[in-house]
């Protein structure tokens, strides 16, 4: 597809303290897009609880970076054999290759942390996460599409797509293949219009991000049946990928977590 949508010469008498080009890449352009989106929504869903702009900020460079560390960990964690033996492949990989789930895990842990240092009621926040995650996360696949990455595996169906371009991160290219960031953003907006359509009908705080939570590991769980990129791993002898047991274990905790908060009668 379009992994750099394009790439600016920088004059020569900067090229001493900037490199000679300087490339805007899909991926990074969707992922500031959808957060800039995100913050505008948590903007307006949060005024009830006094946040203002520069606090609300603070709470999403916090999520960012916790984001980019989860999300990066999990990356290495996929195929640590390769990184233990040649460390100097650990730096070349930083800038591409994320783990959702990875981001997920290590972002709600801050999300929570900061709130109660700032005294804000935590689980209404959370349903408000349900609103704006679906959406960062579908502009961050469709970054996904445009770079190449997280694709499908090779597809006979009209639905197939090819990536082409040499600096594609499509380990498949020039053959049909699963579009499978789509079949996730899909995913993603099906989760955003369950939660619009519950967020007045909900019984319990929390209740629309346990929802969004266990929509996705659903989701997620049948996208990997589509997916090729087999370097991600898998559990079992196979049976099963990385991120379809983490689901698994998300959509189990929900449910526990589930029945302890619905006892709770009084909405925040």
Same mark, same amino acid.
């Given at each position: 597809?379009?992994?750099?949508?394009v !790439?600016?010469?920088?004059p020569?008498f900067?090229q001493?303290f900037l490199p000679?080009?300087?490339s805007?890449h899909?991926?990074?352009l969707?992922?500031?897009?959808?957060?800039?989106?995100s913050?505008y929504?948590?903007l307006?869903? !949060?005024k009830?609880?006094?946040?203002?702009?520069?606090?609300?900020s603070?709470?999403?460079?916090?999520?960012i970076?916790a984001?980019f560390?989860?999300?990066k960990?999990?990356?290495?964690?996929? $195929?640590?054999g390769k990184?233990?033996? $040649?460390?100097s492949?650990?730096?070349?990989?930083l800038?591409?290759?994320f783990?959702?789930y990875?981001?997920?895990?290590?972002?709600?842990?801050?999300i929570?942390?900061?709130?109660?240092?700032q %005294?804000?009621?935590v689980r209404?926040?959370?349903?408000?996460?349900a609103i704006?995650?679906?959406?960062v996360?579908?502009f961050g696949r469709v970054?996904?599409?445009?770079?190449?990455?997280c694709h499908?595996k090779i597809?006979?169906?009209w639905i197939?797509v090819?990536?082409s $371009?040499?600096?594609s991160?499509? !380990?498949? %290219?020039?053959?049909?293949? =699963?579009?499978?960031q789509?079949?996730d953003i899909?995913?993603?907006i099906?989760?955003?219009? !369950?939660?619009?359509?519950?967020?007045n009908?909900?019984?319990f $705080?929390?209740?629309?991000f346990?929802i969004?939570?266990?929509? =996705?590991?659903?989701?997620r769980?049948?996208?990997?049946?589509y997916?090729g990129d087999?370097?991600?791993g898998?559990l079992f002898?196979g049976?099963?990928?990385?991120?379809q047991?983490?689901?698994?274990c998300?959509?189990?905790?929900?449910l526990?977590?589930?029945?302890k908060w619905? %006892?709770d009668?009084?909405?925040?």
């Amino acid at each position: 597809m379009f992994p750099k949508l394009v !790439t600016i010469p920088i004059p020569e008498f900067l090229q001493g303290f900037l490199p000679a080009h300087i490339s805007l890449h899909s991926y990074g352009l969707m992922i500031a897009l959808g957060v800039l989106i995100s913050f505008y929504i948590a903007l307006k869903k !949060t005024k009830q609880y006094g946040m203002t702009s520069d606090t609300l900020s603070s709470l999403f460079i916090w999520v960012i970076v916790a984001s980019f560390v989860g999300g990066k960990l999990f990356f290495y964690l996929e $195929d640590i054999g390769k990184y233990l033996e $040649d460390p100097s492949l650990i730096r070349k990989a930083l800038g591409g290759g994320f783990v959702f789930y990875g981001s997920l895990i290590f972002a709600v842990p801050t999300i929570v942390f900061w709130l109660r240092r700032q %005294k804000i009621p935590v689980r209404p926040f959370l349903d408000i996460v349900a609103i704006f995650g679906p959406i960062v996360h579908s502009f961050g696949r469709v970054g996904c599409f445009l770079a190449g990455c997280c694709h499908g595996k090779i597809c006979n169906s009209w639905i197939g797509v090819t990536f082409s $371009d040499p600096n594609s991160l499509a !380990t498949i %290219k020039n053959q049909p293949l =699963y579009p499978t960031q789509l079949f996730d953003i899909a995913v993603n907006i099906i989760i955003l219009v !369950t939660v619009l359509f519950l967020q007045n009908k909900k019984k319990f $705080d929390g209740q629309l991000f346990l929802i969004y939570l266990m929509m =996705y590991g659903v989701g997620r769980s049948i996208v990997e049946m589509y997916r090729g990129d087999d370097a991600r791993g898998f559990l079992f002898g196979g049976a099963v990928s990385h991120s379809q047991f983490i689901a698994i274990c998300i959509i189990l905790i929900s449910l526990v977590v589930w029945r302890k908060w619905s %006892k709770d009668k009084v909405l925040n």
